[in-house]
């Protein structure tokens, strides 16, 4: 094993085969059918956005969700250090970090479109400028975005939940936002992080059948540290994310109960090990609901 790049080296020893994440590539390839692509230039009408129509709360909300999306490069580079594809890894770590690569090229180039669209929706309906927005932007787009995780399946376990949350997230705004074509973007944005949440699920899945109650253990581990990306760099994130959790009823544990389901769907015959994690998701549940009755939120 060459090890010039620790952080491959550590994890590469708990990887899935190359032709398991070869068959998830394929299948999350699949969801997107050239007629049901989109993009920033074609699909929108921009002269109809009108930021007149959203609350103060919903305004917010899109630019907190701008910075979140815009922090791309960070989340991309993660993929590299963690999963490179060249001579610091041997022949079949490479062969599953090239396969993964398939997946994780297009996937960035989906985020960075999701980034792009709510860009332009705020320059279009009046939020902001685009100068001041660029400058806004690489203030928090500089600051690296770290995790450091000891499994693989971790690297896959943190978006499963990501991806979920923020999914729930978009599809609860685009329920209370008044301007139609916020309201089209955002369903956009969350039929594209169902579908990555379906790849990190699928990817999930191979790693229980692979390591069975040996994967449960890494993955409670991320649920206890779980925080959104970019709550520990974002200024003033905690309260802000409480106001735009406000503003869409939304509280990210809500995504906790789909990866006891993955869980669920994937091991038969259920060990201690599982009966713990259910637990320990309720229990993180518990916690969460109890802490927005603390701050005097409603709660549904
Ligand atoms: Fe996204
Ligand atoms: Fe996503």
């Not at 969700?65 to 001579?87: C, N």
């Not at 074509?181 to 039929?191: C, D, M, N, V």
Request: aromatic share 12%; charged share 30%; glycine share 4%.
């Amino acid at each position: 094993m060459a090890d010039s790049n620790p952080a491959s080296a550590r994890i590469s020893a708990t990887l899935i085969g190359a032709a398991e994440v070869d068959t998830a590539v394929r299948s999350f390839l699949r969801t997107t059918p050239p007629h049901r692509r989109w993009d920033v230039e074609h699909s929108f009408d921009w002269g109809a956005a009108d930021a007149d129509r959203l609350t103060e709360g919903e305004r917010s909300a899109v630019e907190f969700i701008t910075l979140i999306e815009d922090h791309l490069p960070g989340y991309f580079a993660m993929y590299d250090k963690f999963f490179p594809v060249d001579d610091t890894v041997d022949l079949d770590v490479f062969e599953h970090n090239r396969e993964l690569y398939h997946f994780s090229v297009r996937w960035a180039q989906e985020e960075d479109t999701h980034a792009r669209v709510l860009k332009e929706y705020q320059i279009a309906s009046g939020i902001a400028d685009p100068a001041s927005l660029r400058h806004q932007l690489a203030i928090e787009g500089r600051k690296r975005f770290d995790v450091d995780y000891d499994h693989a399946v971790q690297f896959f376990t943190y978006p499963l939940v990501q991806e979920k949350a923020t999914q729930i997230y978009y599809q609860r705004l685009r329920n209370v936002v008044s301007d139609p074509l916020l309201r089209e973007i955002l369903g956009r944005l969350s039929r594209d992080e169902a579908r990555h949440f379906a790849f990190f699920c699928d990817m999930v899945e191979q790693y229980l059948k692979k390591y069975g109650d040996a994967a449960i253990e890494p993955m409670r581990e991320v649920i206890a540290d779980f925080r959104m990306p970019l709550a520990d760099t974002i200024r003033g994130y905690w309260r802000w994310a409480l106001r735009i959790a406000d503003t869409a009823t939304y509280d990210h544990t809500d995504a906790y109960e789909h990866l006891i389901k993955v869980v669920n769907r994937a091991v038969d015959a259920k060990s201690n090990k599982f009966d713990e994690l259910v637990d320990f998701v309720a229990a993180c549940r518990s916690l969460s609901v109890g802490a927005r009755v603390d701050v005097g939120e409603t709660v549904n």
